[in-house]
């Protein structure tokens, strides 16, 4: 195509000769060289152009005024849309600069548009795979797996999980396993969601064995595994679960934790979360919920500032409901709010202990003053061994689970019946 008739060829000129130059243009000069640059170089410059439009556009934000980002984010998906299809690159660029736009949608309330982009990035991503540009079949499709879940199409969101689970498994990791297997749990489909999280659980017994992941990691999951075989009606296995998980706590109180390679933190805080979902309300299309069982980044914006909103009412909620005695109606309030506020501290700061530790004591408080009632108590008792656990308070978190798994036990066995 000739372009004499269009490009200013001086100022595609003076554009080289400052990406070239000896000092470094600033954000808003590579901005206005690639858009000069793009139009006689397309292939070479609409993913510079792209990508240099996301960080400008995050740049730009002012005092939370978000025009600006949405108008140059706007125009980075239009540039990595007009990459050519033959180009290797296209789907990474276009599927990396559309979750930027995505995210801007969101956070400016345009959620039916951000739906529409997610498609789009699974389209661009299905495509790629088909050419051979991408390594696996769920290239691109996370973003819009999360956003189908937040609506409670858990069915859909669990169908391109397993998609993208598939060519790695039986060797998935925490987050696609989990992820897969809370989608599925949601959807109803309890006894297929214990397998990729039985496949993690046996994962992780070998890396724990070669020291390559952290033994309370492998305690979270066995605890989790077991409230499910529980729901699946298997309690000898979710017994059996749960008795492990007792030795290995024991373990780490007598030697501590051999090993910290891994992000411990979110392993907890994310199983925490997932452990409240039946709590909360049903996710909708109208009213979107956290995608329980994704890492916390993956969250659309719109749902995590709901989620995390809601903690000034849930405080207020259970200090009244205490005050007024209804003790039934606070455990299930502090059950909310303790999980609420864990996602909150977990993504402020690793420094949970101080912030987190008053409002576990006060669960397994109010759960002691429900009269006969066990579950409620081996409930908070586990919440709690589980945080100390992630606090490194190996010996308290052993003491609470002994305490828990044996009244469960207890509150499980038939009643002996004497004769007269």
């Known amino acids: 195509m000739n372009h004499s008739g269009k490009i200013?060829?001086?100022?595609?000129?003076?554009?080289?000769?400052?990406?070239?130059?000896?000092?470094r243009p600033n954000l808003s000069q590579?901005?206005?060289?690639?858009?000069?640059?793009?139009?006689?170089?397309?292939?070479?410059?609409?993913?510079?152009?792209?990508?240099?439009?996301?960080?400008?556009?995050?740049?730009?934000?002012?005092?939370?005024?978000?025009e600006p980002r949405l108008a140059l984010h706007t125009?980075?998906?239009?540039?990595?849309?007009?990459?050519?299809?033959?180009?290797?690159?296209?789907?990474?660029?276009?599927?990396?600069?559309?979750?930027?736009?995505?995210?801007?949608?969101?956070?400016?309330?345009?959620?039916?548009?951000?739906?529409?982009?997610c498609e789009e990035m699974a389209g661009a991503g299905q495509l790629a795979f088909e050419r051979g540009h991408a390594p696996g079949p769920g290239h691109g499709q996370h973003p819009l797996a999360m956003m189908l879940a937040e609506e409670g199409r858990h069915g859909e969101a669990a169908h391109i999980l397993g998609r993208s689970a598939q060519p790695a498994r039986p060797t998935c990791g925490f987050w696609t396993a989990v992820g897969w297997a809370a989608e599925l749990d949601a959807a109803g489909r309890h006894e297929e969601a214990l397998t990729p999280l039985s496949e993690l659980v046996v994962l992780t017994r070998s890396e724990t064995d070669a020291g390559a992941t952290t033994l309370a990691g492998l305690v979270w999951l066995l605890v989790h595994r077991s409230g499910l075989?529980?729901?699946?009606?298997?309690?000898?296995?979710?017994?059996?679960?749960?008795?492990?998980?007792?030795?290995?706590?024991?373990?780490?109180?007598?030697?501590g934790e051999p090993s910290r390679r891994s992000n411990a933190l979110s392993?907890?805080?994310?199983?925490?979360?997932?452990?409240?979902?039946?709590?909360?309300?049903?996710?909708?299309?109208?009213?979107?919920r956290p995608p329980f069982g994704a890492d916390f980044r993956h969250w659309s914006p719109d749902t995590r500032e709901s989620y995390l909103g809601e903690i000034?009412?849930?405080?207020?909620?259970?200090?009244?409901?205490?005050?007024?005695?209804?003790?039934?109606?606070?455990?299930?309030?502090?059950?909310?709010?303790?999980?609420?506020?864990?996602?909150?501290?977990?993504?402020?700061?690793?420094?949970i202990q101080e912030p987190l530790r008053p409002?576990?004591?006060?669960?397994?408080?109010?759960?002691?003053?429900?009269p006969g009632a066990p579950a409620a108590v081996v409930r908070a008792l586990t919440d709690r061994a589980m945080f100390l656990a992630a606090a490194d308070r190996y010996g308290?978190?052993?003491?609470?689970?002994?305490?828990?798994?044996?009244?469960?036990?207890?509150?499980?066995?038939p009643p002996i019946v004497t004769r007269t």
């Open 75 to 117: 125009e980075a998906a239009d540039a990595a849309r007009r990459i050519g299809t033959d180009e290797p690159n296209r789907a990474d660029v276009l599927c990396d600069v559309l979750d930027s736009y995505r995210r801007t949608l969101l956070t400016v309330g345009r959620r039916g548009e951000a739906l529409a982009v």
């Open 8 to 23: 200013d060829h001086d100022a595609v000129l003076q554009a080289r000769t400052m990406l070239l130059g000896s000092g």
């Open 359 to 370: 409002l576990f004591d006060q669960g397994v408080t109010l759960a002691r003053r429900l």
């Open 312 to 351: 000034p009412a849930l405080e207020a909620r259970v200090a009244e409901l205490t005050e007024a005695g209804r003790v039934p109606e606070a455990v299930q309030a502090h059950h909310r709010l303790v999980r609420h506020s864990a996602v909150l501290e977990e993504q402020r700061t690793w420094r």
């Open 229 to 255: 075989l529980d729901a699946c009606g298997r309690p000898e296995e979710a017994g059996a679960d749960r008795r492990e998980a007792l030795r290995l706590l024991a373990r780490l109180a007598e030697t």
């Open 396 to 413: 308290e978190a052993h003491a609470d689970f002994a305490e828990a798994v044996a009244l469960r036990e207890g509150a499980d066995r």
């Open 267 to 288: 392993w907890w805080s994310t199983l925490f979360a997932l452990s409240g979902r039946a709590a909360e309300p049903a996710a909708t299309p109208e009213a979107p």
């Open 30 to 66: 590579e901005v206005q060289a690639y858009r000069v640059l793009a139009r006689v170089s397309p292939a070479s410059y609409l993913p510079k152009l792209a990508r240099a439009l996301v960080s400008y556009g995050y740049r730009v934000e002012d005092r939370g005024r978000m």
